[in-house]
């Protein structure tokens, strides 16, 4: 296993328990990958790249919780149409979402972050935080049609494993 998925789990546990975030499985993010899949391996990444920095644990943690739920827009994009184009509106339906079911009490980073992680197509992140995780966005995104699953799927199997020996399946 990955040494960085106990620190991980330990951050992020209790939002990948909650059956909001499980049903994220069912939600097509791109190229055959769920949004599940890829909030995951987006969020890892974060944490991955904090953690090797020494970055402070509470602005660990925040980044890293944020970055699970930036695309927890809860729909099936390529086929559910709204007002705005998705890449415009799921950021703003993400917020609205975590914010409707409290499954995290964001603070104004973690709103940015989530609000500006399609950047250049929005407005430029105003945080550390928000630079990490549009990095890691762009660049697990970019993995993901590349490779498919494969460049994650090890880990995101590690990780699920945790969750299914602790009582929940993931």
């Keep these: 296993m990955d040494k960085y998925v106990r620190g991980y789990l330990d951050?992020?546990?209790?939002?990948?328990?909650?059956?909001?975030?499980?049903?994220?499985?069912?939600?097509?993010?791109h190229a055959g990958i769920s949004t599940h899949f890829h909030s995951v391996y987006v969020s890892y990444t974060v944490y991955k790249y904090c953690a090797r920095r020494n970055m402070e644990k509470q602005l660990t943690d925040d980044i890293t919780r944020a970055s699970l739920?930036?695309?927890?827009?809860?729909?099936d994009w390529p086929t559910e149409k709204h007002e705005e184009y998705h890449i415009f509106y799921h950021p703003k339906e993400a917020v609205k979402n975590i914010e409707k079911t409290g499954i995290i009490k964001l603070n104004y980073m973690q709103k940015n972050m989530i609000l500006?992680?399609?950047?250049?197509?929005?407005?430029?992140?105003?945080?550390?935080?928000?630079?990490?995780?549009?990095?890691?966005?762009?660049?697990?995104?970019?993995?993901?049609?590349?490779?498919?699953?494969?460049?994650?799927?090890?880990?995101?199997?590690?990780?699920d494993k945790e969750i299914d020996d602790a009582g929940t399946v993931l």
Aim: glycine share 4%; with cysteine.
């Design 11 to 29: 951050t992020v546990d209790d939002v990948l328990r909650n059956p909001l975030v499980i049903s994220m499985k069912q939600y097509n993010h």
């Design 69 to 75: 739920l930036h695309d927890f827009y809860l729909y």
């Design 116 to 159: 500006n992680h399609m950047f250049p197509a929005a407005q430029m992140p105003r945080s550390l935080g928000g630079w990490i995780l549009t990095a890691a966005d762009k660049y697990c995104a970019t993995r993901e049609l590349v490779e498919g699953e494969k460049c994650f799927r090890a880990i995101y199997n590690d990780i």
